[in-house]
């Protein structure tokens, strides 16, 4: 049996998010050291790739925005989560001491993640137009240094936040499906998000 996890426009927006980061973290990393520049010619080269970064880094901002207003209240923190972080060492290590980690559609590990997601991607967009010279050519020399000094080190964090997201997605079995089918089977629901899917199970039919 399958149950449904995300629809359709959840999906696709999932994946626009994905493209648009790629498109946005490998121009960006062109301009983070002069060993990476080369990465400028999968955009048409260096004057390409710095026109084109911003705006790609806004349209995942935007995109995230949009996936964000429907998840934000799955991933508010609660008793539930304090316990599956109390439990998440014996998970990660396998040791299965206390039977199937309680949560609801969202684990703490995934809420955590999508917070530091919201909180990165507030600041990218915000030491951006700091130092967005095409729109904004004026402005203090000091300001747009501290601006570029934030606008890397939270960058930094997201690269490794989804590099986490995505090493868990691929080490927790059947969760790969959810982002590529809209689906999960009835025994993956019931050992990973207990809770969810009692609530699902529950719910009257359509």
Same mark, same amino acid.
């Given at each position: 049996? %399958?149950?449904? @996890?995300?629809? #359709?426009?959840?999906?696709?927006?999932?994946?626009?998010?994905? $493209?648009?980061?790629?498109?946005?973290?490998?121009?960006?990393?062109?301009?983070?050291?002069?060993? $990476?520049?080369?990465?400028?010619? %999968?955009?048409?080269?260096?004057? *390409?790739?710095?026109?084109?970064?911003?705006?790609?880094?806004?349209?995942?901002?935007?995109?995230?925005?949009?996936?964000?207003?429907?998840?934000?209240? #799955?991933? @508010?923190?609660?008793?539930?989560?304090?316990?599956?972080?109390?439990?998440?060492? #014996?998970?990660?290590?396998?040791?299965?001491?206390?039977?199937?980690?309680?949560?609801? +559609?969202?684990?703490?590990?995934?809420?955590?993640?999508? *917070?530091?997601?919201?909180?990165?991607?507030?600041?990218?967009?915000?030491?951006?137009?700091?130092?967005?010279? !095409?729109?904004?050519? #004026?402005?203090?020399?000091?300001? @747009?240094?501290?601006?570029?000094?934030?606008? !890397?080190?939270?960058? !930094?964090? $997201?690269?490794?936040?989804?590099?986490?997201?995505?090493? !868990?997605?691929?080490?927790?079995?059947?969760?790969?499906?959810?982002?590529?089918?809209?689906?999960?089977?009835?025994?993956?629901?019931?050992?990973?998000?207990?809770?969810?899917? +009692?609530?699902?199970?529950? @719910?009257?039919?359509?």
């Amino acid at each position: 049996m %399958l149950l449904q @996890r995300y629809r #359709d426009s959840q999906r696709i927006n999932h994946w626009l998010i994905v $493209l648009l980061f790629l498109c946005a973290g490998l121009s960006g990393l062109a301009f983070f050291h002069p060993s $990476l520049y080369f990465l400028t010619h %999968l955009f048409g080269g260096g004057p *390409w790739a710095r026109v084109l970064h911003p705006y790609m880094g806004l349209g995942m901002v935007i995109a995230f925005a949009f996936l964000a207003a429907q998840m934000w209240r #799955d991933n @508010r923190w609660t008793d539930v989560d304090r316990q599956w972080m109390r439990q998440s060492g #014996d998970m990660i290590f396998g040791g299965h001491k206390h039977g199937t980690q309680p949560a609801h +559609k969202y684990n703490a590990g995934q809420k955590i993640v999508f *917070w530091i997601m919201v909180v990165s991607l507030l600041i990218l967009l915000v030491t951006g137009f700091m130092f967005w010279h !095409a729109w904004f050519p #004026d402005g203090n020399i000091l300001m @747009r240094r501290v601006a570029v000094v934030l606008h !890397a080190a939270a960058a !930094a964090i $997201l690269i490794l936040t989804i590099i986490i997201h995505v090493y !868990a997605a691929i080490w927790v079995k059947g969760s790969f499906r959810a982002m590529t089918r809209g689906t999960v089977t009835d025994t993956w629901a019931a050992h990973h998000h207990p809770l969810w899917h +009692k609530a699902v199970k529950e @719910r009257p039919p359509a």
